[in-house]
């Protein structure tokens, strides 16, 4: 069964600084995502991670992928109000099925 | 633009009171996907559609049905709520994963179900 855990589940940042949540996942997985929810909104797709070493960036995050670790990363730099959120990874169950499975989020909180 | 809709976007039932929550795409994906998310947890798939091929996960309650009568639209019934059943619903969207493996999924904005 394909389990996903993320840490820190809440994260309280000051503005400026820098910090980077962790997904790991039991399984291999054909591609990895990263969304983010605001409070009572739907999910913003952040980035899709399809390869070991893939890297992307958008404005101050930057997310990564290892696959032989089974591990990505989110990292945030200079954190700044707008960002505060809760940021969810997803796994696919692999094979022909393309089921997400969540970890459980990261609650960010930047505070001024 | 191209996108997901889910109507209504706030939904009050009754306890045991049928009810029906509504996705549409512009987007011609041919796979849907319902989700119930509860507050302060993660989205959980309930099931999804390939094409006209409905699939269940295996811990979806009975209550909940879903159809989808044309490639545009999809439903979702839950035959009788219960107070447990309060929550977010989304619906997403992706391409034909068959033959290039599961693609990214685009979410609705969500409706919002309170059960009194």
């Known amino acids: 069964e394909l389990k996903v855990e993320q840490n820190p589940l809440f994260l309280s940042m000051q503005e400026g600084k820098n910090y980077t949540i962790y997904c790991n996942y039991s399984t291999t997985s054909d591609r990895l995502y990263w969304y983010r929810q605001d409070p009572g909104k739907s999910l913003e797709s952040l980035f899709v991670l399809l390869s070991n070493g893939a890297v992307k960036q958008e404005g101050r995050l930057m997310a990564s992928l290892d696959t032989k670790a089974r591990l990505s990363t989110l990292h945030i730099t200079a954190a700044v109000h707008d960002l505060s959120a809760t940021y969810f990874c997803?796994?696919?169950?692999?094979?022909?099925?393309?089921?997400?499975?969540f970890g459980k989020g990261t609650k960010l909180s930047v505070k001024p | 633009d191209a996108m997901v809709i889910q109507n209504p976007r706030y939904q009050v039932t009754q306890f045991g009171k049928p009810v029906t929550l509504s996705c549409s795409q512009t987007?011609?994906?041919?796979?849907m996907y319902w989700y119930q998310q509860k507050s302060s947890q993660a989205p959980k798939l309930l099931f999804h559609y390939y094409d006209k091929d409905f699939n269940n996960e295996a811990d979806t309650p009975d209550n909940f049905q879903s159809r989808r009568p044309n490639t545009s639209f999809c439903f979702l019934d839950i035959r009788s709520p219960g107070l447990g059943d309060a929550a977010m619903y989304l619906c997403?969207?992706?391409?034909?994963?068959?033959?290039?493996?599961?693609?990214?999924?685009?979410f609705g904005p969500g409706t919002r179900l309170t059960v009194t």
């Open positions: 997803a796994v696919t169950t692999g094979g022909s099925q393309g089921n997400l499975i």
């Open positions: 987007l011609n994906h041919n796979v």
């Open positions: 997403a969207t992706s391409r034909d994963w068959v033959l290039a493996g599961p693609y990214e999924q685009y």
